[in-house]
């Protein structure tokens, strides 16, 4: 089903005494939770815990036999696009009028979300990257310690973190591995105890003999080597065709903002899904197909990739699903002179199903 690997080469980790062990809190230091308790000085009796409004139902796409969920985890601030997409000016967003409302805001400033997509595919649940995650060190403050309700809603969905059999990760990017684990005490454990975590040799192997910097060599620690060390990972070849990993399931290499970057394909009874990652971080790309991101390593190969992926959707009923496009996440792909526009195809509410707890 899932092709296992040898075990995968080593990502230098720095000499760290415990590699998954969080970092030490600095003198005074108060915790979230510590914070929002305050001190015992400060107050008398603890405050009855706030009721938490049922979450909205999770969107999602119905393929036949294959529902798609987006999984929610956090909008990204308006300061992200200028930042991911430099060339992506008001100016573009003005002469692209079609992503206004839903893409970019009267201003020109784009929308973004952080989310991951959710699918059970015969009797697999599978997991498509694992967003930025709950309390992790990162140098980008709107990835930092964050505290969101992510796994409620993926529960929610019919997807308990024990039930997930298969993690796909497009690429080994903090914002798509972050969910891989989850703080245990002073540690890192995986979030999904008995799930296949699949990426390609290819985005590893580049990995593990890239000079990583400080912030990098922490994700690695916290968010990937402990699935690795539990024997979690499995590394898959994927050739110029993509290869099948499942029935339904097809990994498509889509190299250029990372090497060994892949898309994934989803193939239901009556329509194909295809999850970008970052190969396509917003529709404005699709409008303006050279606009590359900033943290591409390869921009050409970016460009050849994003051209080639959405020319083999253009015109077809293959719903492409963003992995950071915001609502309404999904489309189809129409040329539209030299370019590409994305025709929005809204999920719907998906019904609860037998594990979830949504109501
Ligand atoms: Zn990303």
Redesign the pocket.
């Known amino acids: 089903m899932v092709p296992t690997s040898p075990a995968p080469q080593e990502i230098p980790s720095g000499r760290q005494p415990s590699p998954h062990r969080r970092p030490a809190p600095e003198p005074g230091h108060r915790t979230p939770e510590e914070r929002e308790r305050g001190s015992e000085r400060e107050v008398t009796a603890e405050p009855a815990p706030p009721v938490r409004p049922p979450l909205p139902p999770a969107p999602a796409w119905e393929l036949g036999g294959i529902t798609v969920h987006r999984i929610d985890e956090v909008a990204l601030p308006p300061q992200t696009g200028p930042w991911l997409l430099p060339s992506a000016t008001p100016e573009v967003v003005d002469h692209t009028p079609w992503l206004r409302p839903d893409f970019a805001d009267g201003s020109g400033v784009l929308r973004l979300s952080?989310h991951t997509f959710a699918c059970t595919v015969g009797d697999l649940r599978v997991l498509i990257?694992t967003g930025i995650g709950n309390g992790k060190t990162r140098a980008n403050p709107a990835w930092h310690g964050l505290r969101t309700d992510y796994l409620a809603r993926l529960e929610a969905a019919g997807f308990p973190p024990d039930r997930v059999d298969l993690v796909l990760l497009t690429?080994l990017?903090?914002?798509?591995v972050g969910w891989n684990t989850r703080a245990d005490g002073d540690d890192w454990r995986p979030t999904f105890p008995r799930a296949r975590h699949v990426t390609s040799r290819r985005e590893w192997e580049h990995w593990s003999t890239a000079e990583l910097d400080d912030a990098r060599r922490q994700m690695f620690r916290d968010s990937v080597h402990p699935v690795r060390d539990a024997g979690q990972l499995d590394l898959v070849d994927v050739p110029a065709e993509g290869t099948t990993i499942a029935p339904g399931i097809r990994l498509l290499p889509t190299p250029g903002h990372t090497p060994g970057h892949i898309a994934v394909e989803l193939r239901g009874r009556t329509r194909t899904a295809v999850i970008t990652?970052?190969c396509v971080?917003h529709p404005v790309q699709l409008g303006h197909p050279t606009l590359g991101s900033c943290v591409d390593t390869d921009p050409a190969q970016a460009v050849a990739t994003r051209r080639a992926l959405l020319d083999s959707l253009a015109g077809t009923d293959t719903l492409l699903l963003g992995?950071?496009f915001p609502p309404p996440t999904a489309g189809v792909v129409r040329t539209q002179g030299a370019a590409y526009r994305l025709i929005p195809a809204p999920g719907h509410p998906a019904p609860a199903t037998a594990t979830g707890t949504r109501a």
Not at 173 to 176: A, I, L, S, V
Request: hydrophobic share 0%; glycine share 8%; aromatic share 0%.
């Open positions: 952080s990257d690429h990017h903090t914002d798509h990652g970052d971080h992995t950071h």
